[in-house]
């Protein structure tokens, strides 16, 4: 199985857990390139998977920070901002924390881009988000 398909069936785990526990209808966004992974009538959802290394903060990009909390914002919804590691799912509701979150430092750091099947090494800014703001802290699913 490939990196890619990897990723797509632990989105549909996620997506499927997050119903079947908190009684959503969340679904896997259909457009390749959204800023999002699932979606229903209340959220928007990134899921971010880190392999490896587990950090004790959970990085989001700056740039995906602003662009789906906008998105939020625009379709009346949440924007909930999940990172899988091997210590589990975490998640955090950007929209209740925004406030918070806006006051982190932000840190610019050389990452890996991914863009229309090519890669290049980047800048990114990013913030480091802590457990306290998560809404639920390396859940196993």
């Known amino acids: 199985m490939t990196l890619k398909a990897k990723i797509k069936q632990k989105e549909k785990d996620v ?20 800023t999002y992974d699932l979606e229903d009538e209340k959220h928007i959802i990134e899921i971010k998977h880190r392999f490896g290394k587990v950090y004790a903060t959970k990085l989001i990009e700056s740039m995906k920070l602003s662009v789906n909390y906008q998105k939020s914002q625009l379709k009346n919804k949440k924007f909930i901002y999940i990172v899988m590691d091997e210590n589990g799912l975490t998640a955090f509701n950007i929209t209740e924390k925004i406030n918070e979150i806006i006051k982190l430092p932000e840190y610019n750091k050389l990452m890996e881009h991914n863009h229309y099947y090519t890669k ?22």
């Open 15 to 34: 997506a499927d857990w997050l119903n079947t526990r908190f009684k959503l209808n969340v679904k896997l966004v259909k457009d390749e390139f959204s």
């Open 120 to 141: 290049t090494k980047i800048f990114k800014l990013h913030r480091n988000l802590p457990k306290s703001l998560a809404s639920l802290q390396e859940v196993k699913i």
